[in-house]
């Protein structure tokens, strides 16, 4: 008899060994330490597999299939990728990109299977090699510079500033978005590229400005926004919504804001110098990360990516729904601070 002696890789291979122990078992010639040592296994294993081949035969020792048995079988898988080749707007979701949760429900939903966890419709997903896939069309993104010179240049002064005064710091900036905004990533077939719907015809733009406010002497921590479809927000604009946020805030204002020249050009210079009750602090050029009110707009981005807006009203809505449902989360808004080192708590008293 033949043995082959090395070292087993596969389930078969494996088996193959514990027959030819069973063949040595049925001769009756060799001891089971023998037997180990010619097999190069420990007398432990052997003698298991003698016990369980005098109990239950040869096939006790045959390959068992590994691992528990899939949740979707072949037809079933065959039919949730023909359901993934549809866009998630067909199933009531606002945007077309398949996510995990979204994958996980459309399971539920059409074969009642649910994974308590994600990462098991990620292990499917891949069994069936759907990779995640950005889709077409897909717009270029813009890259910006990082600054490197570390805090903003607004220091303690500011703060010291505003607490004596009893004024409120405001980080202001301004965001646009268009009826065919930018895709995400999504799940999809390989070897077939996933594809949304798009704007068709003129892409009209929504200009947003975002006044995210903090009071250091309490603590507080408040969102105002204007949303404009019609015309672009400019130093001609800005005044009457900055006269209109100190409305709002009845208080003086510690201004801080990027170089934009609708922010440092002589006609807001000379607006903001017939109002005593604001001071502008302007960031490092091209610091995006260091103002709040950008974590902000990437919080709104992600809600507007890969979804269908068939006119610039239902953009207005969306932008103006989700920005209301944010200034209603202090603990959000308080983490938007917190994202540029800042702390939105009362700041000890310098008297």
């Known amino acids: 008899m033949e043995l082959s002696l090395s070292s087993p890789r596969t389930p078969a291979e494996y088996e193959k060994r514990r027959l030819v122990a069973v063949e040595l078992f049925d001769q009756g010639e060799l001891s089971q330490a023998a037997i180990a040592r010619l097999l190069g296994v420990s007398r432990q294993a052997v003698h298991t597999w003698h016990t369980a081949w005098k109990s239950e035969g040869s096939a006790a020792l045959a390959a068992c299939p590994r691992g528990a048995e899939p949740f979707l079988d072949t037809d079933q898988k065959r039919a949730l990728a023909a359901l993934l080749d549809s866009s998630p707007t067909e199933h009531g979701w606002p945007d ?15 074969f009642r299977v649910s994974y308590a966890d ?3 419709v990620w292990r499917l997903l891949r069994r069936m090699a759907s990779p995640t896939k950005c889709p077409r069309p897909v717009p270029p993104n813009a890259t910006r ?47 077939r590229t996933p594809l949304v719907a798009t704007h068709r015809g003129r892409r009209e733009r929504a200009d947003t400005v975002g006044w995210l ?11 105002f926004h204007t949303v404009r479809t019609r015309s672009s927000i400019t130093a001609a604009v ?11 805030l009845q208080g003086p204002v510690v201004l801080i804001w990027d170089n934009h020249s609708s922010h440092s050009g002589k006609k807001m210079t000379a607006h903001l110098a017939r109002r005593d009750w604001v001071r502008m602090v302007f960031l490092p050029r091209y610091a995006p990360e260091l103002n709040p009110v950008e974590t902000l707009w990437a919080h709104l981005k992600r809600v507007l990516r890969s979804r269908l807006f068939r006119s610039l009203e239902e953009l207005e809505r969306v932008i103006n729904a989700h920005l209301c449902l944010v200034r209603k989360r202090t603990d959000l808004l308080r983490g938007f601070i917190d994202s540029v080192g800042l702390e939105p708590s009362p700041f000890p008293s310098t008297a």
């Open 145 to 191: 510079k990082r600054s490197t010179g570390g805090a903003p240049k607004c220091g303690p002064g500011p703060k010291e500033h505003a607490e004596t005064r009893g004024a409120w710091i405001v980080f202001a900036d301004e965001c646009g978005a268009s009826t065919s905004p930018p895709t995400r990533r999504t799940w999809g077939r390989r070897g």
């Open 96 to 110: 077309q990109s398949w996510t995990l949760d979204r994958i996980n429900h459309l399971i539920n939903e059409h």
């Open 213 to 223: 406010c903090v009071h250091p002497a309490t603590g507080v921590v408040k969102l």
């Open 238 to 248: 800005l005044p009457a919504l900055l006269d209109r946020l100190h409305r709002a």
């Open 118 to 120: 994600p990462s098991g």
